[in-house]
């Protein structure tokens, strides 16, 4: 089995694709060569926790705060039965998503085991047994379809679909280029509407939009930083690699964060459950430096693998976060 990140062993990962390990700076190095640019991807945190934990991928429960998103704009933060629900949404969309996560790295396995970064993915490293990643796989989405359903029925319709998709995009979706990832992002619309649904409240057109936007830029954003991290290797770990490039991705990130800032501008205005003074657009500037900050990051820092890990490392856009949330709140409930 692989040796882990940790191990002292990772000098093996030049010899196999060309890619270096700052352990100081917790990070990955794609070196630049005459054709590329020097690309660089964080190393995952928890790497000393039990195989099977890192096996749900814990830092990819992140993705799944967008459930609070309808209990924070329905202005429900201090109602305490509805803080309940939304919270038993959040813990139900990270039980069905290690089961996905379960699912695609059980399917992934033998591929993973060639490649120079997720071969240390518990799984791939033999540290979990195939079989019993089923079993947890299989209870994990069976306990969130039923905790969806004591909650709300809408709300089981709504993590439902989301298996269902998600399903669909392991056997099979994954490997359409473009769809793959506007999958990705109506998972993340799917999250926003647990959240409306498990607390009983309705919840603006633009904010699925916006969400949607937002995990386009994101899903693209990790799909440049593939193609540039892996280079000629890229298609053998992702069948559809081949047919994507550096300058059509460009284009495709340029149209998204374009079109998920103008979103959110119309929605801070329009939006029937905002204050009618209009005093919500006060937070269209963090929402610009935040999409500017990220992608500061992809095309200057070289950093694009994962946007979670960035929301990890990265203390500007932690901080930027953190002044629309409170902006937010205070515009929301001082009307």
Excluded at 258 to 263: K, Q
Excluded at 287 to 303: D, P, Q, S
């Amino acid at each position: 089995m692989p040796d882990s990140p940790d191990s002292g062993l990772l000098d093996r990962l030049p010899g196999d694709s060309g890619l270096t390990i700052d352990l100081s700076e917790g990070e990955i190095v794609a070196p630049a060569t005459p054709e590329h640019p020097e690309e660089r991807e964080l190393v995952e945190p928890g790497r000393r926790l039990p195989p099977l934990i890192r096996a749900l991928r814990p830092v990819q429960w992140s993705k799944n705060l967008l459930v609070f998103a309808a209990l924070l704009f329905s202005m429900n933060v201090f109602d305490i039965r509805r803080i309940g629900e939304a919270v038993g949404a959040f813990v139900i969309f990270c039980a069905v998503s290690s089961s996905i996560y379960l699912l695609n790295d059980l399917r992934d396995r033998e591929l993973d085991a060639h490649h120079p970064l997720k071969r240390f993915r518990p799984i791939a490293a033999g540290e979990v047994a195939p079989r019993t990643a089923q079993i947890l796989a299989v209870v994990l989405a069976l306990t969130g379809l039923a905790g969806a359903w004591l909650i709300d029925r809408q709300l089981f319709y709504v993590v439902g679909a989301y298996l269902v998709l998600m399903v669909a995009y392991s056997l099979r979706l994954k490997r359409v280029v473009l769809l793959d990832v506007i999958i990705i992002s109506l998972g993340f619309v799917l999250r926003a509407a647990a959240g409306a649904v498990a607390i009983g409240v309705p919840i603006s057109p633009w904010l699925y939009i916006c969400s949607m936007l937002l995990a386009l830029m994101l899903g693209f954003g990790k799909r440049r930083h593939e193609l540039l991290m892996l280079r000629d290797a890229a298609s053998l770990h992702r069948a559809n690699l081949d047919t994507y490039s550096v300058p059509l991705l460009d284009q495709i990130i340029a149209v998204t964060s374009s079109a998920a800032v103008v979103a959110y501008s119309v929605y801070t205005f329009t939006a029937p459950t905002l204050p009618e003074n209009h005093s919500m657009m006060l937070t269209i500037p963090i929402v610009l430096y935040a999409v500017f900050r990220y992608l500061f990051l992809i095309y200057k820092e070289h950093l694009g693998g994962s946007p979670e890990l960035l929301l990890i490392h990265d203390r500007p856009i932690q901080i930027s976060i953190l002044f629309w949330g409170a902006a937010s709140l205070a515009i929301l409930y001082w009307n």
